[in-house]
Antibody, heavy 128, light 108 residues
């Protein structure tokens, strides 16, 4: 059974960098069959996709966060990570890591599909 | 960016009743739409993908339909564990993936 677990500080000061790690067990981030995503949910609100990373290190980010986000993968530790710079109170949210399973497109190759496994989420509050 | 609009915001129903949830996309997403269920304090759970395919372990009372811009999630007979918030999500040709704002199914 695949399990994902987020870890990192629960409190970050405004203008600083939010850093979270997702540790994967029961599966490998080094598999070409999956993409690895971060999604967030402000308290009482809906879900926002932040971006994903593939085992090769290729990434894709939400345009609204692209200038501040970096997602990376560490295959030796079976982890992937999120860094969000210059945070404000608007970045306060529960942050989820999730696995995207894939499908093969004859024209474009392996493509991300939908989120089938999620971490339990971790609340990050931005406050001085 | 594709915007997904869910309706209604809240659905008040009794156990045993049928729930019909709607999701409308601002442009065609073909059949690249999923539905997730989220309970308080939990991560979302994948229910339906590609508009109508049930994810592993999802009971037959939960079904999805639609294509293009209009999609529906139907729960044929509500069980106590079905009272939750439901989100639709699109993964069309290219990112960003987007979610609807959610529909809360509450006990009447």
């Amino acid at each position: 059974q695949v399990q994902l677990q987020e870890s990192g500080p629960g409190l970050v000061k405004p203008s600083e960098t939010l850093s979270l790690t997702c540790t994967v067990s029961g599966g490998s981030v080094n598999s070409g069959s999956y993409y690895w995503s971060w999604i967030r949910q402000p308290p009482g609100k809906g879900l926002e996709w932040i971006g994903y990373v593939y085992y090769s290190g290729s990434t894709n980010y939400s345009p609204s966060l692209k200038s501040r986000v970096t997602i990376s993968v560490d295959t030796s530790k079976n982890q992937f990570s999120l860094k969000l710079t210059s945070v404000t109170a608007a970045d306060t949210a529960v942050y989820f890591c999730a696995r995207e399973f894939t499908y093969y497109d004859p024209m474009t190759g392996i493509q991300p599909y939908y989120f089938d496994y999620w971490g339990q989420g971790t609340l990050v509050t931005v406050s001085s | 960016e594709i915007v997904l609009t869910q309706s209604p915001a809240t659905l008040s129903l009794s156990p045993g009743e049928r729930a019909i949830l709607s999701c409308r996309a601002s442009q065609s997403v073909s059949s690249y739409l999923a539905w997730y269920q989220q309970k308080p304090g939990q991560a979302p759970r994948l229910l339906i993908y590609d508009a109508s395919k049930r994810a592993t372990g999802i009971p037959a009372r939960i079904s999805g339909s639609g294509s293009g811009t209009d999609f529906t999630l139907t729960i044929s007979s509500l069980e106590p564990e079905d009272f939750a918030v439901y989100y639709c999500q699109q993964r069309s040709n290219r990112p960003p993936w987007t979610f609807g704002q959610g529909t809360k199914v509450e006990i009447k």
